[in-house]
């Protein structure tokens, strides 16, 4: 069946780093994907999302491209700040889903001053 | 733009008590997700419904659990006679197709 892997955390930097965030997918198809991200204490909020192969998603100064030749959506920044610590969920939508997500484990990511 | 709300934010309840949770999704959005999330996971799919029907609810963790959507608008989550296990952080999305958007969550506690 479809899944998603994550590289395993917590991931931890130092502000104005450079962040890659690894993900994975199997799949049949051409799922959508997306990157989730949680706050302490809050729900998820969609971050980016990328529906073809090659298109790059991008939001808050993150990004993520669809390759689909090595079946992968990393999530990259090129300056961390502090308030980006939070964990990050790499999920797919598979093509041929009504409604089920497919969810990394999640990645808790620590960026300290 | 109004996202998804959830009611309560935070439920402490004792063991063997019913507790209900209200979703109100995004106005334009027809499909309606549960989820939980416990400390350290991923979500956890829970239901499905579109419009008012619900379309997938075999992942109900036990018949202690329920769901409705009574118009197609908000949905009500209920877990009877809930126990300590049940403690976690239940989340609502909303969707038309493809990505979800999550409301906040509401975080139950089981004493």
């Known amino acids: 069946g479809d899944s998603v892997t994550q590289m395993e955390g917590p991931v931890t930097l130092s502000e104005e780093a450079f962040l890659t965030i690894n993900c994975t997918y199997t799949?049949?198809?051409?799922?959508?994907l997306f990157w989730y991200v949680q706050y302490p204490g809050e729900g998820l909020q969609l971050l980016l999302k990328?529906?073809?192969a090659d298109d790059k998603g991008s939001n808050k100064g993150f990004e993520a491209t669809y390759r689909k030749e090595t079946t992968s959506f990393h999530l990259e920044k090129g300056s961390v700040q502090v308030s980006d610590s939070a964990v990050y969920f790499c999920?797919?939508?598979?093509?041929?889903?009504?409604?089920?997500?497919?969810w990394g484990a999640g990645t808790k990511l620590i960026i300290k001053p | 733009d109004t996202g998804v709300s959830q009611n309560p934010r935070h439920k402490i309840t004792k063991r063997g008590q019913n507790v209900t949770f209200r979703c109100d999704p995004i106005?334009?959005?027809?499909?309606l997700y549960w989820y939980r999330q416990t400390l350290g996971q991923g979500p956890e799919f829970l239901t499905y419904?579109?419009?008012?029907?619900?379309?997938?609810k075999s992942r109900l963790l036990s018949d202690r659990f329920s769901a409705e959507r009574p118009k197609g608008s908000f949905s009500t989550l209920e877990i009877q006679r809930t126990e300590q296990g049940d403690s976690a952080m239940y989340l609502c999305?909303?969707?038309?197709?493809?990505?979800?958007?999550f409301g906040p969550g509401t975080r139950l506690t089981v004493t």
């Open positions: 799949a049949t198809g051409y799922p959508s």
């Open positions: 990328a529906t073809k």
């Open positions: 419904f579109q419009n008012e029907a619900q379309l997938e």
């Open positions: 106005s334009e959005h027809n499909r």
């Open positions: 999920a797919l939508f598979p093509w041929d889903s009504n409604y089920q997500l497919i």
């Open positions: 999305a909303s969707s038309t197709l493809g990505e979800q958007y």
